[in-house]
């Protein structure tokens, strides 16, 4: 079964800071990579994709792709208390992808002002 | 252009009742998904479609139907709805971005069956 982990936290962050979510995922196939924001009953946003190993920025926001290590990291620079949110981490598992994505539970973050 | 559009909001079920959720978008999207979202979980895909016509089960497909007779429309149908179906029912359309689906979700449904 196609998986993808994280740490459900609460991850707490002092506002300022700089806030590091990270991913794991199980099918080395995989091809392309989202970060979702969640806030307490919204529905998932897209903030971050990434399909190439290194670094993608977007303003306050970098995510980090290494496929050796299967792994997906978001960075967030100089955190505000309006991106405490739960952070979801979505494969496109490999095949295609129209079966949709594989999310991860999601790490629940706290800016603390 | 109001994107992804799911109704009801809010509802609650009595055990062995049915309904159906409806899902509408506006985009043009060749693919739907309905997932569902438990307290701490993850989302989880219950069944998607990549055309008219088209449906296919995801991960936890028992106990719901979809029909997909419309671009435009997705619903979901809830036949004898249990207690385990309290969730959060989320439908969501994607487009493709240099060949990945990138999804848009719509606004939610909560759904409770006492």
């Known amino acids: 079964q196609k998986e993808v982990e994280q740490n459900s936290g609460p991850l707490s962050v002092p506002e300022g800071a700089i806030a590091s979510l990270n991913c794991t995922y199980s099918?080395?196939?995989?091809?392309?990579f989202f970060w979702y924001r969640q806030y307490s009953g919204k529905s998932p946003e897209l903030i971050m994709s990434?399909?190439?190993?290194g670094d993608k920025e977007d303003g306050r926001f970098t995510a980090q792709l290494n496929k050796a290590s299967q792994y997906v990291s978001l960075l967030i620079r100089d955190s505000q208390p309006s991106d405490s949110a739960t952070y979801l981490c979505?494969?496109?598992?490999?095949?295609?992808?129209?079966?949709?994505?594989?999310f991860g539970k999601g790490t629940h973050l706290i800016i603390q002002p | 252009n109001a994107g992804v559009t799911q109704t009801p909001k809010f509802r609650i079920l009595k055990i062995g009742q049915s309904m159906t959720l409806q899902c509408t978008q506006d985009?043009?999207?060749?693919?739907m998904y309905w997932y569902r979202q438990d307290p701490g979980m993850g989302l989880k895909l219950i069944y998607y479609?990549?055309?008219?016509?088209?449906?296919d089960k995801g991960e936890v497909p028992n106990g719901y139907n979809v029909s997909r007779s419309t671009t435009e429309d997705f619903p979901l149908r809830l036949e004898l709805a249990a207690p385990s179906q309290t969730s959060v029912y989320f439908c969501?359309?994607?487009?493709?971005?240099?060949?990945?689906?990138?999804?848009?979700f719509g606004a939610g449904s909560r759904l409770t069956v006492l």
């Open positions: 969501a359309s994607s487009w493709t971005d240099g060949g990945a689906n990138v999804l848009t």
């Open positions: 990434i399909y190439s190993n």
């Open positions: 985009m043009n999207h060749n693919y």
């Open positions: 099918d080395r196939g995989s091809q392309s």
């Open positions: 979505a494969v496109n598992p490999s095949g295609g992808g129209a079966d949709g994505l594989t």
């Open positions: 479609s990549v055309g008219a016509g088209i449906t």
